[in-house]
């Protein structure tokens, strides 16, 4: 039952992560297509580059959305099939697999040919109702990284290197769990991350070379200062 309960799980949080906000809120607005604009990339900050605060706005709001839909339509999927959800370890496990296909499909959505955004923000709203302390702990420190930096991808990328070492921390010393589980809740935690630093390999490889986006465009001195 556990597997059969597993897989509608997955299915409906993939279906669910397939809706790209960008991609809907761009479409209805502007008419035109996310992917063919900027970075090409369907997520928020793209969509803030290219159209500005509304459309960005409505944007998060449908990208946190999904993902904390995902994750009780999930919890109340194993909770009909008989299992006890109210146990915070049975909690998070199905949060976070929630959130991963939630992700995947943000990533590679079905409804516009498997070609999607980054997947950021989705990860993000799952913690919202999984892991509120982690959330609380992670979105200032990408906030900070990003400021410092002036690059939204720095602080993506560091903000997931920091949050399977969270995860562990927070669980294993704060939150009373025990040592297997708070291993099996990083190791679910690291999965997400080495897919988001994964589709991030653009963005790493245009930081390398000094053409990455930054976030707040500076003038360029000219040569008589």
Same mark, same amino acid.
């Given at each position: 039952?556990?597997?059969?309960?597993?897989?509608i799980s997955a299915v409906i949080s993939y279906l669910l992560g397939s809706c790209n906000s960008s991609i809907?809120?761009?479409?209805?607005l502007k008419r035109e297509d996310i992917r063919k604009k900027g970075s090409k990339s369907a997520g928020l900050t793209n969509t803030f580059r290219c159209y500005g605060k509304i459309p960005a706005l409505l944007t998060l709001i449908g990208d946190l959305a999904k993902g904390v839909i995902a994750v009780l339509l999930s919890v109340l999927v194993f909770r009909l099939f008989g299992f006890d959800v109210s146990e915070p370890f049975t909690y998070k496990w199905i949060g976070y697999i929630s959130g991963f296909f939630a992700i995947i499909g943000h990533i590679f959505p079905v409804y516009y040919g498997f070609k999607g955004g980054k997947g950021v923000l989705v990860s993000s709203s799952i913690l919202i109702i999984i892991d509120p302390l982690?959330?609380? &702990?992670i979105i200032p420190f990408f906030l900070v990284i990003t400021l410092i930096t002036n690059y939204v991808s720095v602080g993506s990328i560091t903000a997931a290197v920091l949050y399977p070492v969270l995860t562990f921390m927070l669980n294993y010393f704060?939150?009373?769990?025990?040592?297997?589980q708070s291993l099996i809740l990083t190791g679910l935690v690291a999965l997400t991350s080495i897919l988001l &630093?994964?589709?991030?390999k653009a963005n790493i490889a245009r930081l390398k070379n000094g053409t990455e986006n930054k976030?707040?465009?500076t003038k360029e001195k000219n040569d008589n200062g």
């Open positions: 039952m556990i597997i059969l309960a597993g897989v809907i809120v761009v479409r209805l982690t959330f609380a &702990i704060f939150q009373d769990l025990t040592l297997l &630093i994964y589709m991030h976030l707040i465009k």
